[in-house]
T-cell receptor, first 113, second 113 residues
Framework: DQQVKQNSPSLSVQEGRISILNCDYT??????FLWYKKYPAEGPTFLIS?????DKNEDGRFTVFLNKSAKHLSLHIVPSQPGDSAVYFC????????????FGDGTTLTVKP | DAGVIQSPRHEVTEMGQEVTLRCKPI?????LFWYRQTMMRGLELLIY????????DSGMPEDRFSAKMPNASFSTLKIQPSEPRDSAVYFC???????????FGPGTRLTVL
């Protein structure tokens, strides 16, 4: 039973446009949601998080939206840059945003110059 | 801080041999996680520690796998005996309660022949 799903294995966008990465979850007890970025031959890097009491969190070009009723979150990158090309993982956590997380399978984003 | 340090970065061994992976978390962090990444199963949590105490080892695939954290600055993941299906990238991550996200090491690529 996969509790965190990223249904799009890949996404390709043009430089300067918006990238939207989606994530769905099944466990309504999840309290924190996180996005990580991973380059080849490196470990994932924490990008941005959101608590379940919020519906939006913004950090520079990155914004995460949370729709609890739909059990859905999304990461928006505006504007997209070629350096954003990476694998993006969605993760969900039960009791603290530093603790145990369940990861999705990842979406490979390619930003074309 | 140097970040999470893992050694070795690459390990090639023969089936039946013992393998020991090492991790030094970020100083001051109170959580430590071991993950395994494969094409088939994605990024899966094997075990995690809080304040050097194992909290959840339900992800450890079988008795051939064991993990220890003798002190706050060192952890090992041991596979004995190793099998070809153990070939994967193993990540160690650490985090601090109160701060979002986990900090991942660069990973150890294990190949069991």
């Amino acid at each position: 039973d996969q509790q965190v799903k990223q249904n799009s294995p890949s996404l390709s966008v043009q430089e300067g446009r918006i990238s939207i990465l989606n994530c769905d979850y099944t466990n309504s007890m999840f309290d924190y949601f996180l996005w990580y970025k991973k380059y080849p031959a490196e470990g994932p890097t924490f990008l941005i998080s959101i608590s379940s009491i919020k519906d939006k969190n913004e950090d520079g070009r990155f914004t995460v939206f949370l729709n609890k009723s739909a059990k859905h979150l999304s990461l928006h990158i505006v504007p997209s840059q070629p350096g954003d090309s990476a694998v993006y993982f969605c993760a969900a956590s039960l009791d603290t945003n530093a603790g145990k997380s369940t990861f999705g399978d990842g979406t490979t984003l390619t930003v074309k110059p | 801080d140097a970040g999470v340090i893992q050694s070795p970065r690459h390990e090639v061994t023969e089936m039946g041999q013992e393998v020991t992976l090492r991790c030094k978390p970020i100083s001051g962090h109170d959580y430590l996680f071991w993950y395994r990444q494969t094409m088939m199963r994605g990024l899966e949590l094997l075990i995690y520690f809080n304040n050097n105490v194992p909290i959840d080892d339900s992800g450890m695939p079988e008795d051939r796998f064991s993990a220890k954290m003798p002190n706050a600055s060192f952890s090992t993941l041991k596979i004995q005996p190793s099998e070809p299906r153990d070939s994967a990238v193993y990540f160690c991550a650490s985090s601090l309660r109160g701060l979002p996200g986990q900090f991942f090491g660069p990973g150890t690529r294990l190949t069991v022949l």
